[in-house]
């Protein structure tokens, strides 16, 4: 009786407040679920090694392909469903798309010796494979309605005969393709193949811009927070920096391109890069200036976060040290500094929730639509923070607004956010591991 | 200089009759306070305030919530120095130098005069390396010349035999009593020569606190201590000199016997027995 009374009216009888406010928890996780298992299930199912139809119209007419989805033209009439299946052979047909009025489908066949070609250029052949001539290095491919060409094979990704895989097959099929998104570069102006330099720009430019905002950050809040006088002054400049974090992003994109890129970076050329002038090194966008646009937008909560860190120290530890004979600066550095490491953390983890899904400053400031080069190689001095870098949620932009085949981008624009999520998961979960780690050591430090 | 200059001039003259404090002279004084003031802002705290303080005794503030007793301990090791609103008057001499002098480096003078909290402060770090704290800023010693030392701080504090198998335990893994007697064995083990104890047992239990007072007997052979306490059994038992302030005024300074058994004046007598404050 008790469990169910305070099941129906809430601890200490909050009532329907309490109601309100649990309903909106379950929304916002309800909103959460979805939105993660919308793009994962858009994004991953596209790697899914789809059976292939083998159509017969009513006049006749036979076509191969993988059927996409239904809809019906326009909403409300009484017009006939219409199916959109992808065809390939964009280099015997023009185009891989084709729609067709269901009610005008004769028979689906799903014969075993269908074949999917994917190559280096037209995309993927779908059709049946007549000769192997590994000697001459091709492959002589026929298209259903009986169009051949010679396919060099030096030019073959992949070979793939859905119709005659396993299950299991398949979900092996699943996963290489899923890993080759992962590890290979984007091919066909991003509308195939990988994201990989797009997620080494993302991580390292996240790293990069940890690396210059924390130091920075901690300094600035050390300063205000232990040696500014807490006058007036002080209390004006807190309140300037709190009230940068809500600048909105684009502008500090324009910021880094007047001060970093133009100022700073044409200034380096003028000084180091002279000979290779008017061609810029450091005076046009790159993995620097981004990664020092996108510090100097996440400065403020660094600082913020340093800050409450630091007035969260009880005055009777700093004065434990005083007492010890510790000057200011022993103080600062022995007791204050190492119990406000894990609000620098804090600092941080905010910092790469921010800054990992920015776009907007990056595309004044570095960021590519096609770089496959990462910038990190075998040659010195092996990080070329000069480089312009792909990110994935640029990489989305462009996949999704400036690709020439939406239908074909539209499936990795799922999976590429997806991918976003996660990377940027696994980066926070990196820092809260590391924080958590730092909490350990000092044994209970929440009093 | 006045012989009595120790106490104000409201109750010297009934002190000049017993004599309660003349026997601390200029040589045996550890402190010596001149008309010392302290305000913080506009609000004063202290007001002319003379009296010496015994080397190796234990001495007592005792007084009423606010009647500047803390302040008045924070002045000896220039605590008040981090605080831009606290304006101050008159003298501190410790050992015959003024503690404000320019040449006098305030580290070095709150090594020498060491400093427990109310409540326990260890730093988040093992036992072993809170002890080690003040040790490392001082000098820097080799690991076993510095293991003796923190042995012999914490058996000075009486905390040893407790601790002997975790010392690189958390320290805050520790009861506040025994987190109270690390942070003397800290203090201790930069070997000051005047130990300030700001009502160091009033966040501890009984047994706890009976330790605490243990404590201050047994270091009272080395070094000079000074106790602010609410709790007037405290004072009567560890202490040997008894300072009663009230409203920033020192208002009668004695032997502690003859203060709790033969108060001069009313307001002290109501004071200790409970009949005000």
Known sequence: MMARARFLHGYRGEGPGAWLAAGCVALALLMVVALLALLAGRGLAHFWPTEIELVTLDDGERFAGRAVREERPVQGQAMPVERLYYTGNRDLDGTVWRWVDVERIAMRERPADLVVVERRRWGDFIGRVVDRNTEAGHLVLESIDGQRLIQPLAEVHKIVYPNAMSSFGKLVAWEQGVWRFLSEGPRSANTAGGVWPAIFGTVLMVLLMSLAVTPFGVLAAVYLNEIAPQGRLTRLVRIGVRNLAGVPSIVYGVFGLGVFVYGIGGTLDTWFFSERLPSPTFGTGGLLWASLTLALLTLPVVIVATEEGLARIPEAQREGALALGATRAETLRRVVLPMAVPAMLTGMILAIARAAGEVAPLMLVGVAKLAPQVPVDDEFPFLHLERKFMHLGYHIFDVGFYSGDIEAALPLVYATALLLVLVILVLNLTAIFLRHHVKARHGALQR | ?277
């Open chain 2, 1 to 277: 200089m006045p012989a009595l200059d120790h106490v104000t001039d409201s109750v010297s003259p009934a002190l000049a009759t017993t004599g309660a404090v003349t026997e601390i002279p200029a040589s045996a004084s550890c402190f010596e306070i001149e008309g010392l003031s302290l305000a913080y802002g506009d609000t004063p705290a202290l007001s002319n305030l003379t009296l010496r303080i015994p080397r190796q005794r234990v001495t007592a503030f005792i007084g009423p919530s606010g009647c500047g007793k803390t302040t008045l301990l924070r002045a000896l090791n220039r605590l008040h120095d981090l605080n831009e609103e606290v304006r101050r008057g008159g003298h501190i001499h410790l050992e015959g130098q003024e503690i404000h002098a320019p040449e006098v480096e305030v580290a070095e003078l709150r090594r020498r005069v060491g400093m427990v909290f109310q409540t326990p402060n260890p730093f988040p770090m093992s036992i072993y390396e809170n002890v080690a704290f003040g040790l490392r800023l001082q000098m820097s010693l080799k690991k076993r010349q510095r293991d003796e030392v923190i042995e012999w701080a914490l058996r000075s504090a009486a905390l040893w035999d407790e601790v002997k198998d975790r010392l690189h335990d958390s320290a805050w893994s520790l009861s506040g009593g025994q987190q109270q007697r690390l942070v003397i064995a800290r203090t201790l083990a930069v070997q000051p020569e005047v130990l300030l104890l700001d009502e160091p047992a009033s966040a501890l239990d009984p047994i706890s606190t009976l330790k605490i007072e243990e404590l201050i007997r047994s270091l009272k052979s080395r070094l000079t201590l000074i106790l602010v306490t609410h709790n007037m059994q405290q004072a009567a038992r560890v202490s040997d000199y008894t300072a009663f302030l009230n409203g920033g005024e020192l208002v009668e300074y004695a032997a502690t016997d003859a203060l709790f058994t033969n108060p001069r004046l009313a307001q002290t007598e109501n004071y200790i027995t409970g009949r005000m404050g």
